[in-house]
């Protein structure tokens, strides 16, 4: 079967830096995602990787090695509306282009 | 970045009519559609791809006949929950893929979502 896990919860406090993993285990890969939602929201996308390595996007970085089939998201200096669920998603099929979403991090920031 | 406009946003209905939700592509053409159901607090869960003058494609579990899909125009897909049941109370979103815009899960733009609540 194809699974993304992540952690469920995390907590921090304003200005901190998170890290939020994702290891994956799906049929075929060609790429991870990182959506963030908030509350009754639809899913805003984030960062994508296909290769090895370190993408970076404002306070947002993603990190990926395909090798250990495993991925992060990197929150830095942490804002009360980064509250959120954060969704890593793999891309399994190179023809199609739906996406297979992990179980999500709920990430609570606090003052 | 595209838009996907999703009605309703939320929708009561009682048990055992029929509730459709219309997810449309405002400003790009999108072949490929496709339909996620979330319950509280769980997972986005693929329900089935939607692929314009074609058959959907269903995910495993997912009841064809329940879940009615129409991808009749380029702009438009709509499912049709059928004969609905308080388990098929659930949040569900529609996503469109733009061929050339972004990169990965970037090519792929969200509707807003609707909340179907069944008494």
């Known amino acids: 079967g194809q699974s993304l896990e992540q952690p469920s919860e995390v907590t921090a406090v304003e200005g901190a830096i998170v890290q939020i993993n994702c290891t994956y285990q799906?049929?075929?890969?060609?790429?991870l995602s990182w959506y963030q939602q908030h509350d009754g929201g639809a899913p805003t996308f984030l960062s994508y990787?296909?290769?090895?390595g370190l993408e970076e996007t404002g306070r947002f970085s993603s990190f990926l090695s395909r090798s250990d089939s495993y991925g992060y998201l990197l929150l830095q200096e942490l804002q009360m509306k980064d509250s959120a669920s954060y969704f890593c998603?793999?891309?399994?099929?190179?023809?199609?282009?739906?996406?297979?979403f992990g179980k999500g991090t709920t990430l609570s920031v606090s003052s | 970045g595209a838009v996907v406009s999703q009605h309703p946003s939320w929708v009561i209905c009682k048990s055992g009519t029929s509730v459709k939700i219309e997810c449309r592509s405002l400003?790009?053409?999108?072949?490929?559609m496709f339909w996620y159901r979330q319950f509280p607090k769980q997972s986005l869960m693929l329900m089935a791809t939607?692929?314009?003058?074609?058959?959907?494609?269903?995910e495993q579990g997912v009841e064809k006949d329940k879940f009615l899909i129409n991808h009749a125009s380029l702009t438009l897909s709509t499912l049709t929950v059928t004969s609905a049941h308080p388990e098929d109370s659930s949040f569900y979103i529609c996503?469109?893929?733009?061929?050339?815009?972004?990169?990965?899960?970037?090519?792929?733009?969200f509707g807003s979502g609707t909340q179907l609540s069944v008494l």
């Open positions: 939607s692929n314009e003058g074609s058959k959907a494609t269903y």
């Open positions: 996503s469109a893929y733009h061929p050339t815009l972004g990169r990965g899960g970037e090519k792929l733009f």
């Open positions: 990787n296909a290769l090895d």
């Open positions: 799906t049929s075929g890969f060609y790429g």
């Open positions: 998603a793999v891309r399994a099929d190179q023809a199609g282009t739906a996406l297979i």
């Open positions: 400003d790009f053409q999108a072949t490929t």
